[in-house]
């Protein structure tokens, strides 16, 4: 009698085990098995109607039972929980949101994209031109004669004979002056290359801010006032400042602009090599040729241009000591701007 019950209650369990799929089940398993009133429980009560002489053998078995009913409904009890776990851990709409990682602008846009805001706030709109530019746009329109040796000034990439990358974005100029009635007030921020070796202070391409007004009765007084409210905004209302003549073959009269060294404050320090002044832009009013290249009558319009560069003003500010650093795209270098 027993023999049987104990083999129908293992046959019972064994078709019931793989239905139990919840904590729920489990639980009904266990009340009907495991428990003080359960079936395993009875098994035990009938131990006591056996003869003495059986009791050992009978008690071993259903010891057995117990034991492998125990393992089961543990191993199913941890099995239940993971997939609880791992459905909670697929969603979990408690869960915040996952930031995504925030990039920055590069110094150099920055400071690029300060010089813009500023003469925007004056009134010149923003032009962009090619940086595969033709001889004519990058030199001859802008009164580079084809031996001038100006052109030895800047080291150029040839594409072609006559296809260069540019070299500075003053060709820009051309291209505006050419494409639309005057006047014309806008500064042409981009890309330029030169033929340089790469070292710390050096680099093969670089930024630069070219700006151009041409109208009737446009004057130096007009280009230094310009000049001078960018400088104060950009590098501080108490710099100094002084222009020195110099020459381009497309303006005339030429200057450059210096203002106090920022580090040193004009004492003299290794960046301004002991000068105590900063070289930060060429300019001038516009070749009477470069005019006429570009249709206009230099005796009834006249216009200034300057040109500007964002790298090493950008080095400065940030106290960078490798311009190369700017351009490994290093994530740890450009997370701290
Ligand atoms: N293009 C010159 C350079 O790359 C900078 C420059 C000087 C631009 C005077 C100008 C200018 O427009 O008027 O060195």
């Known amino acids: ?7 129908d209650l293992q046959a019972e369990v064994e ?19 495991l428990s003080r009133s359960g079936k395993l429980a009875s098994l035990y009560e009938e131990l006591k109607t056996v003869p003495n002489d059986q009791k050992p053998l009978f008690g071993q078995k259903i010891n057995g039972v117990k034991k492998t009913l125990e393992a089961q409904f543990e191993m199913i009890r941890s099995a239940i929980n993971a997939t609880a776990t791992k459905q909670k851990n697929e969603i979990d709409i408690s869960l915040p949101g996952r930031m995504r ?28 031109g090619p940086e595969i530019e033709d001889d004519y746009h990058n030199f001859e329109a802008l009164n580079f004669a084809p031996n001038h040796p ?3 000034m800047q080291d150029t990439f040839f594409i072609k004979d006559d296809v260069v990358l540019r070299t500075h974005t003053t060709p820009v100029q051309i ?27 050096a680099n093969y391409f670089f930024h630069q801010v070219d700006g151009l007004y ?3 009765h446009v004057s130096f007084a007009d280009l ?40 040193c404050k004009g004492k003299g320090c290794r960046i301004c090599k002991q000068s105590g002044w900063l070289e930060v832009l060429g300019a001038g009013m516009v070749h009477p040729n470069v005019l006429r290249n570009c249709g206009h009558d230099p005796e009834k319009v006249s216009g200034y241009a300057f040109g ?21 795209n290093d994530i740890r270098f450009l997370n701290q701007f």
């Open 214 to 216: 041409v109208d009737k």
């Open 224 to 263: 230094k006032g310009t000049l001078v409210t960018f400088a104060k905004n950009f590098y501080g209302s108490d710099i100094k400042y002084r222009f020195r003549p110099s020459y381009f073959p497309f303006t005339e009269p030429s200057l450059e602009m210096d203002i106090t060294c920022f580090l």
């Open 150 to 152: 100006a052109r030895d």
């Open 1 to 7: 009698m027993l023999e049987k019950k104990i083999s």
């Open 15 to 33: 078709k019931l085990l793989p239905t139990i799929s919840s904590m729920d089940d489990l639980e009904k398993f266990r009340i009907e098995f």
């Open 175 to 201: 291209r505006v002056m050419k494409s639309r009635p005057l006047p014309v007030r806008v500064i042409m921020p981009g890309r330029v290359y030169r033929n340089e070796a790469v070292s710390a202070r």
């Open 101 to 128: 990682p925030k990039g920055t602008h590069h110094p150099i846009t920055q400071t690029m994209e300060e010089m813009k805001e500023i003469f925007v706030s004056m009134g010149f709109g923003i032009e962009y």
């Open 308 to 328: 500007m560069g964002a790298d090493r003003i950008s080095i400065l500010r940030y106290g960078i000591d490798d311009i190369r650093i700017f351009f490994d």
